[in-house]
């Protein structure tokens, strides 16, 4: 399938080569939880795709020809289309290819995880900021009241549909959308924040059961020893855990 | 088909009845931009609907079972089912009703208009901004902000060499980011896509296709409506009838 054993691609690096026939690319990194999103969906619905990870702080002038402002995902297929923002791409994986739907058939069942995401919306800024703050060593009470509030409101919605995920007795496309930010709440110093939500908790934990959620879980140490480095501004941060 | 000149609901209204067989209705309100992105996707393709008008500066009690955040545009079905944020329920009515599809089957050219609306998405907020400013120098600086995004725009019709931003034809992409083009004039900012030619002869495609002209608000009557809806007014909402 995809490897994500690869090293970031820098600045000065030589743009790759066309996509080849048969496969999806994505440019990630791969400790960013937009990116995760996409690899999830690729797969969770078994498509066969490379991973370019890039240096976000050092990136190379090619990747401005990818995206317009050199952010990650992006998705390229072999007819040299690109995608991004990680919501169209995961959207766009579920339209164009076969198999598993993760995304529901029914109009009203797809518009129902759509206005869930737009729930969500203040969850991956809010916990970027309580990180950076206890990273530099300063406090987020304010910032984890926000996020608590934020996480009940998801809480209400699970208690009031008494289902284990959020699109039903099933995993699907909501889930994977929302996941890679929960994934993060321990490595960031932040677990607690879950404390007052039992149902949000079931949740995680019948996540963490899920193949493609345990084939892409991102080890601890590893994970921590990427934040070390990037609150250095170390260069070599985004490759921290790859054998040399 | 649509009564979208029916008077607003407000406080003390009665809660509507469940929608009759064979209509979806929209809460909307005559002058809210993202209720039309709704209204013209119905007009388009042609789906029979009832509109109630809510007034957005009294609203009733009962709105909020239909939307807790209190806002235009909701859908509600004769299931009562709910669906709400504009470019859902213009998704949703795309879905649900197959006929005269407004996005394109092709999973590329769907991901490119809805990357063409992320684009957009700074606009509606200007606008908003625009709406509220109290200095000369505040519009001015908004006046800039808005020509840059209009460029951003203006490149994509460049790149795509075509009339619209989904193509040759209209299609959803277009219909979602009219409301604000038509509210340009009205709102003197009618210079800021002096230097987007393509851009320029969008607008006017746009006024010349039939679902738009159909919806269209005059000039005035947004004036109207705009000068008691920043007073606060309660009868901002049924200025005109």
Same mark, same amino acid.
């Given at each position: 399938m995809g490897e994500d054993a690869s090293r970031s691609l820098g600045k000065g690096s030589v743009p790759p080569g066309p996509v080849p026939e048969g496969l999806i690319r994505i440019y990630s990194m791969r400790f960013c939880p937009f990116a995760h999103r996409t690899r $999830?969906? $690729? $797969?969770?619905?078994? %498509?066969?795709?490379?991973? %370019?990870?890039?240096? $976000?702080?050092n990136k190379p002038d090619w990747y401005y020809t990818k995206h317009p402002f050199g952010q990650i995902p992006v998705l390229e297929n072999s007819r040299c289309q690109l995608i991004y923002e990680s919501v169209i791409a995961c959207e766009y994986l579920d339209d164009a290819y076969p198999g598993r739907k993760l995304y529901p058939y029914d109009p009203y069942e797809r518009a129902r995880q759509k206005m869930l995401l737009e729930l969500f919306y203040k969850v991956p800024h809010l916990t970027k900021e309580c990180l950076v703050a206890l990273r530099c060593g300063k406090e987020c009470c304010d910032l984890k009241l926000a996020l608590r509030e934020e996480f009940c409101n998801l809480e209400e919605i699970l208690?009031?549909?008494?289902t284990v995920f959020f699109g039903g007795d099933c995993i699907s496309m909501i889930d994977y959308l929302f996941w890679p930010w929960f994934e993060r709440l321990d490595v960031y110093g932040i677990a607690d924040c879950v404390n007052h939500t039992p149902a949000l908790r079931l949740w995680i934990d019948a996540m963490k059961q899920d193949p493609t959620?345990?084939?892409?879980?991102?080890d601890k140490n590893i994970f921590l020893g990427f934040l070390n480095l990037y609150f250095q501004n170390h260069p070599d941060a985004f490759d921290y855990g790859l054998n040399c | +088909?649509?009564? =979208?000149?029916? @008077?607003?609901?407000?406080? =003390?209204?009665a809660p509507p009845g469940p929608v009759p067989q064979g209509l979806i209705r929209v809460y909307s309100m005559r002058f809210c931009p993202f209720a039309q992105r709704t209204r013209l996707v119905l007009q388009a393709k042609g789906i029979r609907h009832e509109v109630i008008n *809510?007034?957005? /500066?009294? @609203?009733?009690?009962?709105f909020f079972k239909k939307n807790p955040a209190g806002l235009v545009p909701v859908l509600e079905n004769n299931q009562g089912q709910l669906i709400c944020e504009s470019a859902i329920t213009c998704e949703y009515l795309d879905e649900a009703y197959p006929e005269k599809r407004l996005l394109p089957a092709d999973p590329y050219e769907k991901a490119?208009? @809805? +990357?063409v609306f992320e684009l957009f998405s700074k606009v509606p907020p200007l606008v908003g901004r625009f709406i509220r400013s109290k200095t /000369?120098?505040?519009?001015?600086? *908004? @006046?800039?902000?808005?020509r840059q995004e209009f460029s951003k725009l203006e490149e994509v019709l460049t790149n795509k060499k075509t009339t619209f931003f989904g193509g040759n034809s209209i299609s959803m992409i277009d219909y979602l980011i009219w409301p604000w083009f038509e509210r340009l004039e009205a709102l003197e900012l009618n210079e800021c896509i002096d230097h987007t030619p393509k851009l320029k002869l969008w607008v006017a495609a746009m006024r010349k296709d039939p679902t738009v002209s159909a919806l269209l608000t005059d000039g005035k009557t947004f004036q109207g409506f705009l000068n008691l809806y920043v007073q606060n007014s309660v009868e901002a909402c049924d200025y005109g009838l």
């Open positions: $999830l969906v $690729l $797969l969770a619905k078994g %498509i066969s795709h490379e991973i %370019i990870n890039i240096n $976000l702080r208690s009031y549909q008494n959620v345990c084939a892409l879980l991102i | +088909m649509s009564a =979208g000149s029916a @008077k607003s609901l407000d406080k =003390g209204s *809510i007034n957005l /500066k009294n @609203k009733p009690e009962w490119c208009q @809805k +990357m /000369k120098e505040d519009r001015s600086g *908004i @006046k800039e902000e808005f």
